[in-house]
């Protein structure tokens, strides 16, 4: 069934029209009440549900089908607002590991039509996301405590009043006698949506962080201990991958392994995971304190860049009584504090006070001073400027095959000072033949001109640069440029000589 619903969503695209979608609604809002009443067998509105309301489907939707959607929504909205008030049930035997098959998820599903199918800009979009938000809401409420999709969480920002509801249903999970591992893992996710790691300037519970721990302050007044405690050490610290307490890694490093273990991956790739989890709870058990400090340093370099987060971070530190949560809470401030305020030896500074027009040929300037004269300084090296950088996390291994942007921006950024420019008699542009230039070698760790990569092409914008360089008497293997004639000339005028690269 699962490469049937695969097939089928590479080719609907291609057969579906506006009046197939309207037909599909109306014998969706059939199909949905007679399963209500009992007289219909759900395997195949399940089915359609898992297929219709999957990512996939949506490359069909544009401005021309979202009408369909619209059109049928006070139908939809009603059969899921009496199917949340049913008792969850399965709905057939055997579903497929990754499935539930029950009316929980199939709810779920139904909600999630109103994330992929509503097109923007498109009439009633604000209105058809609005509905999505207040029924996710209300299906965390029904279903609190069990595996939750976030794309239902993404939904939540759009309901009506959705601070209030937001901290409400944060207060509710914190004052909730159930105890297991969904009931912490939806608590990290609403946490993780205000103040986590990945959230964006632009993320309206990000922005509106403040506002939330305001709204939320009014039942912070009111937990005991134990439920303060839970909301910082599970909603924050873990959520930061801190463990105040190493055990509680530990025994979730075993409730991974126990789950490999059950499951039917590959024996041999289970095998090896397994044997580097171990190794893991060895290092721990060797040295935790080693394993908290790090863990301090890893949240703290990721989280001092986010203002926001920090406000909030503090602003709970001052709702906090003295005790040992506090205390932990105002470690994590005091080390993103720190790494906040600690200058930085490759700042990206945006307004050099020497300006190039072509940043590649500044490139083979700063290849020439920092390089091989050793005159521009601190000589930069992508190793400390990574250690460093904490606007994102920077894999080299991953990225190295393109250009690193922000090591290309810090370079654009950097200030060569006029008595340096001056000593610049002769430039480079090395094609790999000689082991390529050290300057890309930061910029593009695995550059590699053997499998066709190529040099920066240095542009006809370069001419406005050589007054820069008064006694610039040279120029090797600019021809890598493929320069035009007017770039030529321009360097031929400043009485510059072009000198091809012996290869």
């Not at 990225?399 to 340096?420: C, H, S, T």
Request: charged content about 25%; glycine content about 4%.
């Amino acid at each position: 069934m699962d490469t049937l619903c695969h097939f089928l969503n590479r080719h609907w695209k291609d057969v579906f029209d506006q009046a197939t979608l309207m037909l599909l609604y109306s014998s969706l809002i059939k199909e949905l009440r007679l399963f209500r009443e009992g007289q219909s067998q759900p395997t195949k509105l399940y089915y359609f549900l898992q297929l219709f309301s999957s990512s996939d489907y949506k490359v069909i939707f544009d401005k021309n089908y979202h009408h369909a959607l619209l059109m049928h929504t006070e139908l939809l909205e009603s059969e899921i607002e009496q199917l949340l008030l049913e008792k969850n049930t399965q709905l057939f035997q055997n579903p497929t590991p990754a499935k539930d098959a029950d009316l929980r998820e199939m709810v779920s599903d139904l909600i999630s039509l109103y994330f992929y199918h509503p097109s923007y800009h498109s009439e009633g979009y604000e209105g058809l996301k609005h509905i999505g938000g207040n029924l996710a809401f209300k299906f965390l409420h029904t279903y609190p405590y069990q595996n939750t999709s976030n794309l239902l969480i993404s939904l939540l920002p759009s309901a009506s009043d959705p601070l209030e509801k937001y901290t409400q249903l944060i207060n509710d999970i914190v004052c909730s006698k159930q105890n297991d591992e969904n009931r912490d893992l939806l608590l990290y996710i609403l946490i993780s949506e205000i103040i986590g790691f990945y959230t964006k300037k632009s993320d309206f519970l990000y922005k509106k962080s403040k506002e939330i721990l305001t709204l939320l302050s009014t039942h912070i007044t009111h937990w005991n201990d134990e439920q303060l405690d839970y909301f910082i050490t599970q909603g924050v610290f873990n959520g930061y991958g801190i463990y105040p307490n190493p055990q509680t890694k530990i025994d979730k490093i075993k409730s991974y392994i126990t789950q490999l273990n059950k499951g039917d991956g590959n024996a041999k790739i289970v095998k090896k995971r397994v044997k580097e989890y171990n190794q893991e709870i060895v290092n721990i058990k060797n040295d935790p304190n080693a394993f908290i400090n790090t863990s301090y340093n890893k949240a703290a370099k990721k989280l001092m860049v986010k203002n926001n987060t920090i406000t909030f971070l503090e602003n709970l530190s001052k709702l906090t009584p003295n005790s040992k949560t506090k205390v932990q809470l105002e470690q994590l401030i005091e080390r993103i504090l720190a790494l906040k305020n600690t200058p930085k030896a490759f700042p990206i500074n945006k307004k050099p006070k020497i300006k190039f027009n072509d940043l590649h040929f500044k490139l083979l300037v700063i290849e020439e001073l920092m390089y091989n004269k050793n005159l521009l300084t601190p000589k930069f090296d992508l190793t400390e400027f990574i250690a460093e950088y904490h606007q994102r996390e920077i894999d080299k291994e991953q990225e190295g095959y393109e250009v690193i942007p922000e090591v290309l921006a810090y370079f654009k950024g950097l200030d060569i000072p006029e008595e340096l420019l001056a000593k610049v008699t002769s430039l480079t542009q090395d094609c790999g033949v000689d082991g390529g230039s050290e300057v890309y070698s930061q910029i593009w760790p695995f550059w590699d001109p053997g499998c066709g990569d190529e040099v920066l092409k240095v542009s006809n914008k370069a001419s406005k640069d050589l007054p820069l360089l008064p006694n610039l008497k040279q120029v090797i293997g600019l021809e890598h440029s493929n320069p035009s004639k007017k770039l030529i000339n321009s360097f031929k005028a400043h009485h510059i000589q072009l000198t091809e690269q012996d290869v």
